[in-house]
T-cell receptor, first 111, second 111 residues
Framework: NAGVTQTPKFRVLKTGQSMTLLCAQD?????MYWYRQDPGMGLRLIHY???????AKGEVPDGYNVSRLKKQNFLLGLESAAPSQTSVYFC??????????FGPGTRLTVT | SQKIEQNSEALNIQEGKTATLTCNYT??????LQWYRQDPGRGPVFLLL?????KEKRKERLKVTFDTTLKQSLFHITASQPADSATYLC??????????FGSGTRLLVRP
């Protein structure tokens, strides 16, 4: 099992550009999450999904969109990147909604 | 609003000693509490989950306590090793399927 994988690992964007981060899990988990982690602020939930075809807003959803067309994939989109979106992004999945399994992260810099 | 506090200062201890990390929370009554380990440049890894009706839980050299009256959890690593050096995050269930994470405490174990 690969667990939770994220693509890409690193990315540099210019302000106003768009991009999509891909998360894939091979554990047949129903729940998937996108977090951002900034120094001193801990992990903050951006969006989450409780099953294929469903998405919901988390704590900091502005400027991001998500889609869960297939159970194993959860995509995070930035429509018009801003420097405030410079962060490390983590995807996680969960079988029961309790313990979460995290991917290795994507380090995004917006200049 | 709900708040989780973990000591932002690193805990520096000698190998073989017991490390004790603290997680305090306010304005909330979680059903369960979790602890994760995060190494630099990697995603968090789930360690332990303790429910509100459990006072203590153990896993190998790890022990977690949960005091719902004090609104506090203690995380202990006995016989600590340099390989235990990492950042440890506590997390509470915000609602169904969602977690709030603390910003973590860095543990350094000196050989």
């Amino acid at each position: 099992n690969a667990g939770v994988t994220q693509t890409p690992k690193f990315r540099v964007l210019k302000t106003g550009q768009s991009m999509t981060l891909l998360c894939a899990q091979d554990m047949n988990h129903e729940y998937m999450y996108w977090y951002r982690q900034d120094p001193g602020m801990g992990l903050r939930l951006i969006h989450y999904s409780v099953g294929e075809g469903t998405t919901a807003k988390g704590e900091v959803p502005d400027g991001y969109n998500v889609s869960r067309l297939k159970k194993q994939n959860f995509l995070l989109g930035l429509e018009s990147a801003a420097p405030s979106q410079t962060s490390v992004y983590f995807c996680a999945s969960s079988y029961s909604g309790l313990e979460q399994y995290f991917g290795p992260g994507t380090r995004l810099t917006v200049t | 609003s709900q708040k989780i506090e973990q000591n932002s200062e690193a805990l520096n201890i000698q190998e073989g000693k017991t490390a004790t990390l603290t997680c305090n929370y306010t304005n909330y009554s979680p059903a369960y509490l979790q602890w994760y380990r995060q190494d630099p440049g990697r995603g968090p890894v789930f360690l332990l989950l303790i429910r509100e009706n459990e006072k203590e839980k153990r896993k190998e050299r790890l022990k977690v306590t949960f005091d719902t009256t004090l609104k506090q959890s203690l995380f202990h690593i006995t016989a600590s090793q340099p390989a235990d050096s990492a950042t440890y995050l506590c997390a509470l269930d915000k609602s169904s399927y969602k977690l709030i994470f603390g910003s973590g405490t860095r543990l350094l174990v000196r050989p």
